[in-house]
Structures are given as structure tokens and as C-alpha cells.
């Protein structure tokens, strides 16, 4: 697989682990705390990546990042923090074949902040496709 298509095989593998996170965590709520459920997680997925950074060779020192760097991890990491309480308590409200397809809102955000703060310009092919997943979003989000 070349370098330049390699993204896809990961994108791929995302969707599909991010696909499986609904599901499980769905089964996985009933009966206790969305947030300490939260937390479990993540405290479980830190150790696995502890492992596997190490166990892969890529392991480096933290202190050796720039100021640059930390600010836009732990501003990441906020988010990601966020992201998944909010999701959590989605899920542990909603319905996980509703809460994930809104949840993917995020394409259509990622792409308008890309352009506003990364200065990426999709193409017209690109944005029609980003306009379906709206509306995708949109139409699973109305009212029966």
C-alpha cells in the first residue's frame, strides 16, 4: 500500500472501531454513570496506548515537545474529553443508531474548521459530499 493511500486503510479502521465504541458502549452503560463510565474508558485506552508506544519502539520524551506542541495536545485532549462525555450521556439517552449519525456532525464541522484555521481548500467534489453528510445528519436529527 503506498504512502499516499495509507490514510485510507486507517480512516477505514476508525470508522469501524468508532462504529463498535457506539454499540459496546451502549451495552456497556445500562445501569451505571455515563461519566465514571467516561472515565473508565479513557483510564483503560491510556494504558493500552502506554503499551503500545512502547512495545512499538516510538516512545520519546514528553519534555522534549515544544510549548507549541503541549498547547494544541492539551487543548486536543479537552476536546477529545468532551467529546466523549457528551457522547456518553448520548448514548446513555438515545438511541446509538441516532446518537452516532449526529455524532458524525463532525465531518461537517471538521471541514469548515479545516478551511478557517488550517487554510485547506476542499474541492467542489469534496464539499458536495461534505453537504450530503449534513443533510444525512439533518434528516436523521428531524422528527418522525
Given amino acids: 500500500m503506498s504512502s499516499e493511500s495509507a ?11 468508532a462504529a463498535l465504541t457506539a454499540v459496546f ?4 452503560l445500562d445501569g451505571i454513570n455515563s461519566d465514571v ?3 473508565v474508558r479513557a483510564v483503560i485506552i ?11 519502539g516510538q ?4 519534555l522534549t515537545f515544544s510549548a507549541r ?3 494544541f495536545l492539551v487543548l486536543s485532549a479537552l476536546a477529545t474529553g468532551a467529546s466523549w462525555v457528551c457522547y456518553f450521556r448520548a448514548l446513555q439517552l438515545g438511541e446509538a443508531a441516532k446518537v452516532a449519525p449526529i455524532d458524525k456532525l463532525s465531518v461537517v464541522l471538521v471541514a469548515i474548521f ?3 484555521f488550517l487554510g485547506e481548500r476542499p474541492a467542489a467534489k469534496d ?7 449534513g443533510a444525512g445528519v439533518l434528516l436523521l436529527a428531524l422528527r418522525r
Fill in 7 to 17: 490514510w485510507l486503510h486507517w480512516a477505514l479502521l476508525s470508522a469501524t472501531f
Fill in 25 to 28: 458502549a451502549k451495552i456497556g
Fill in 37 to 39: 463510565a467516561t472515565l
Fill in 46 to 56: 491510556a494504558m493500552l496506548l502506554a503499551v503500545f508506544v512502547r512495545m512499538s
Fill in 59 to 62: 516512545w520519546v520524551s514528553p
Fill in 69 to 71: 506542541n503541549w498547547t
Fill in 114 to 116: 479545516a478551511v478557517v
Fill in 127 to 133: 464539499w458536495v459530499g461534505i453537504s450530503l453528510v
